[in-house]
């Protein structure tokens, strides 16, 4: 799904690097983690689920507040 978005996004007229993302229902944080790998210039995840949060303390502690 990133990727479609990149090449969407690159084929138009902004830039990637340029573009301020806010993921709602982030998760475990896996598809935040790929638009950083991207080089978004800014992203914020969230999700209310305690499920998810577990889940990104697990997979990603580095991401976590």
């Known amino acids: 799904m990133v990727d479609i978005l990149y090449k969407t ?3 138009s ?3 990637f690097s340029e573009l301020r993302i806010l993921d709602v229902g982030a998760g475990n944080g ?4 790929k638009l950083l790998e991207y080089g978004v210039a800014r992203l914020v995840g969230l999700d209310i689920s ?3 949060y577990k889940a990104l303390e697990r997979d990603r502690p580095a991401r976590t507040l």
């Open 13 to 15: 007229s902004p830039i």
């Open 30 to 33: 896996m598809v935040g983690e």
């Open 9 to 11: 996004v690159e084929g």
């Open 50 to 52: 305690e499920a998810a």
